[in-house]
């Protein structure tokens, strides 16, 4: 007997002191074993690492959770992430990603990163996963800082999977350009395009048609590419538009496009010419102008520009801010689309806005009657009557639908139409053929227009350069004095601002 035990005793020794022998010996054993997850248990307890990812691997082809959730006894955490894909339960599938994250799994902290919502927690969790290597971490996280405006953070991460990744590659042009290192930045472009990338095909596009000007070299410019009608019937409105940065130029260039394409606007008598990009610091704009929360810029450089070539509107495309049209001058954002451009440029003749104003611009435009696509509810009946006999004129009978216009202030509006139009939703896309004669009216009575000749006598007024003032408010004058009679002061800062559309 004690023969027995001292043989047990010196075969235990003997294991334990050479436990990696056993290690080999039980994987070996297991590779040709029907069921080898046992062996490779006895291996994986041992601390073989070889053995739990061979379990692993093991457990996750037969979606066993028992020996899942055996390798996460002893701190296997990729057990733990692939566990959670089996769980049913999403709360306990949560906890294990989690688990698996604060194990060092990259894959995991990529996950539990996307699912924190707030900045810092994301940021370091998908830190966390790229500094592993993992790619889909790096890309996320430059996009997380590119969101919050933070395009030094972004950079090196880009600078990482551009060689890869075209969307990479193109975001990382962008910033390369604003640095002023436009051979890399084209470069980049080039890549992103040659891999399908068809936004940065576009911007090459842009690049091949386009280049900044100064506004010295405008004026000039702009007459030779001016369309041959331009001064005639057919271009009651003389629209040019203005990009102040290459995403600027991309944008403005696609709205030219769509414009030349839309069938519903071309019997309009309004002109739209060629985009022209600025110079950098030709003008400064601000997304707070003037500290009223909607974008603005400076015109008083376009001046001259604007006399020359008989400019009657502007449409500026900055860098960001909230869309607005402010007596003659449309300002748009990189991300305002198309339909935005449409909504807007139906201010310029007056149409007011059919979703809810805010009460302060209900009060406004409410009571002043004035739009040309809506009346309101009176004491005894509509008003203005004459906006109604002008529709009937043009369509008959005229039915009357419930607008939200003036919703806030509760005073009851209504508008011509029962479906939803552009007015309300620019994404409805919605005109009506009575609005578009509406449009065609006011585009023929300038008298009921608000030119950038208008915004110019502002902007000159304000900085006290009363010769130039005096001039563009005689300019103003001159536009009118054929339709209306003038007021004896100028009429206040006009801005249409659209609250729904964020910068």
């Known amino acids: 007997m004690f023969r027995a035990t001292c043989l047990v005793v010196f075969t235990s020794l003997t294991i334990a002191a050479d436990t990696g022998q056993l290690n080999t010996q039980l994987l070996s054993n297991a590779q040709h074993a029907e069921e080898p997850a046992s062996l490779l248990w006895l291996a994986s307890e041992q601390g073989s690492q070889q053995a739990q990812q061979r379990l692993h691997d093991f457990a996750e082809q037969k979606q066993d959770g028992y020996w899942l959730e055996k390798l996460i006894g002893l701190g296997y955490a990729p057990a733990a992430l692939t566990l959670s894909r089996i769980e049913d339960n999403p709360r306990i599938s949560q906890r294990l990603v989690r688990l698996a994250a604060r194990g060092g799994v990259a894959q995991a902290q990529y996950e539990f990163a996307l699912s924190r919502d707030d900045y810092s927690h994301r940021a370091s969790w998908l830190t966390a996963a790229a500094e592993q290597g993992l790619f889909e971490a790096q890309t996320a996280l430059a996009d997380w800082y590119l969101l919050y405006q933070q395009p030094e953070l972004a950079e090196p991460w880009l600078a990482q999977t551009a060689d890869t990744d075209p969307q990479s590659a193109f975001q990382l042009a962008y910033l390369r350009w604003q640095h002023g290192e436009k051979e890399e930045a084209t470069a980049l472009f080039e890549f992103a395009a040659e891999h399908e990338h068809e936004e940065a095909a576009e911007v090459l596009s842009v690049l091949n048609r386009y280049q900044p000007v100064s506004v010295s070299a405008l004026r000039n410019q702009l007459a030779s590419s001016l369309p041959d009608n331009w001064l005639t019937a057919q271009c009651r409105q003389r629209m040019q538009p203005l990009a102040t940065g290459l995403a600027e130029m991309v944008q403005a ?186 449009w065609q009216q006011r585009l023929n009575d300038p008298g009921v227009q608000r030119t950038v000749s208008m915004n110019l006598f502002q902007a000159f007024q304000r900085a006290k350069q009363t010769e130039q003032a005096a001039f563009w408010l005689d300019r103003v004058r001159q536009e009118k004095a054929a339709f209306l009679p003038l007021p004896a002061e100028p009429a206040p800062d006009e801005t249409l601002i659209d609250p729904d559309l964020t910068p």
């Open 253 to 438: 260039d696609r709205i030219f496009r769509q414009f030349k394409r839309d069938r519903r606007l071309q019997s309009l008598s309004l002109c739209v010419a060629t985009p022209q990009w600025l110079a950098d610091n030709t003008m400064r704009c601000d997304a707070n102008w003037r500290g009223q929360g909607r974008l603005g810029c400076d015109i008083r450089p376009l001046a001259e520009t604007v006399e020359a070539n008989n400019i009657t509107h502007l449409m500026v495309l900055a860098q960001s801010g909230k869309a607005n049209v402010n007596n003659g001058v449309m300002y748009l954002d990189v991300g305002d689309t198309y339909s935005v451009f449409v909504h807007e440029l139906a201010h310029f003749v007056g149409f007011v806005d059919e979703y809810p104003l805010t009460a302060g611009l209900a009060r406004e435009y409410c009571s002043r009657k004035t739009a040309p696509n809506l009346v309101f509810l009176g004491e005894i009946t509509y008003a203005p009557l004459d906006n109604i006999a002008k529709w009937q004129a043009i369509e008959f009978p005229v039915r009357l639908y419930p607008a939200r216009t003036c919703h806030n202030i509760r005073q009851p509006s209504y508008k011509p139409s029962e479906r939803m139009t552009f007015l309300e939703n620019h994404d409805a896309k919605y005109i009506p053929p009575l609005y578009l004669s509406i």
